[in-house]
T-cell receptor, first 117, second 115 residues
Framework: KAGVTQTPRYLIKTRGQQVTLSCSPISGHRSVSWYQQTPGQGLQFLFE???????NKGNFPGRFSGRQFSNSRSEMNVSTLELGDSALYLC????????????????FGPGTRLTVL | QQQVKQSPQSLIVQKGGISIINCAYENTAFDYFPWYQQFPGKGPALLIAIRPDVSEKKEGRFTISFNKSAKQFSLHIMDSQPGDSATYFCAASLGLIQGAQKLVFGQGTRLTINP
């Protein structure tokens, strides 16, 4: 079974630009979560999507947004990039049926390394 | 209150020794505590997880010890091997309230096993 795939793996942008990252979950997984990983702040939860709906959200500004498609693939978008947005963005998927009272394992992709100049 | 504090930041252990990483939390509503292992260039991978209704869980060389009253949990790696050299993250979530997908991570421990 193929794992979580993320594209692109590396990206260089300049301040003020916007960027879209893509995530394909493991086949059959309907929950997709996004995390930001930086040396200073560690791993921080961005948001989670299930059945095309945002179910959980972290404490990030509105410049960070996401969406999920009917095939469970997800994209996240960052607008008006800032230097501090340079990070590894990780996508994780878990089995259908998550939400309250669920403890399904999350499987992480390799991440997209975003550098903002 | 949503934080998970992890220590130490880095750890060097001799091959065959026991590696111990500790985490502490404040929010008593957390009810799912996984440990992740991350190698350079890879995403985190789940090692082992525990719910607060048990005090210990063992899988192979990896053991989680959980102290609910102290709000602490730890990872023990027995017979540590050079292949265990990686960064380890503890995490917690409000599974019953929000589902386990929203993880709060500790800051990570870089473990080096010397041959």
């Amino acid at each position: 079974k193929a794992g979580v795939t993320q594209t692109p793996r590396y990206l260089i942008k300049t301040r003020g630009q916007q960027v879209t990252l893509s995530c394909s979950p493991i086949s059959g997984h309907r929950s997709v979560s996004w995390y930001q990983q930086t040396p200073g702040q560690g791993l921080q939860f961005l948001f989670e999507y299930f059945s095309e709906t945002q179910r959980n959200k972290g404490n990030f500004p509105g410049r960070f947004s996401g969406r999920q498609f009917s095939n469970s693939r997800s994209e996240m978008n960052v607008s008006t990039l800032e230097l501090g947005d340079s990070a590894l963005y990780l996508c994780a998927s878990s089995l259908a049926g998550g939400g309250q009272g669920s403890y399904n394992e999350q499987f992480f992709g390799p991440g997209t390394r975003l550098t903002v100049l | 209150q949503q934080q998970v504090k992890q220590s130490p930041q880095s750890l060097i252990v001799q091959k065959g020794g026991i590696s111990i990483i500790n985490c502490a939390y404040e929010n008593t509503a957390f009810d799912y505590f996984p440990w992740y292992q991350q190698f350079p260039g890879k995403g985190p991978a789940l090692l082992i997880a525990i719910r607060p209704d048990v005090s210990e869980k063992k899988e192979g060389r990896f053991t989680i010890s959980f102290n609910k009253s102290a709000k602490q949990f730890s990872l023990h790696i027995m017979d540590s091997q050079p292949g265990d050299s990686a960064t380890y993250f503890c995490a917690a979530s409000l599974g019953l309230i929000q589902g386990a997908q929203k993880l709060v991570f500790g800051q990570g421990t870089r473990l080096t096993i010397n041959p």
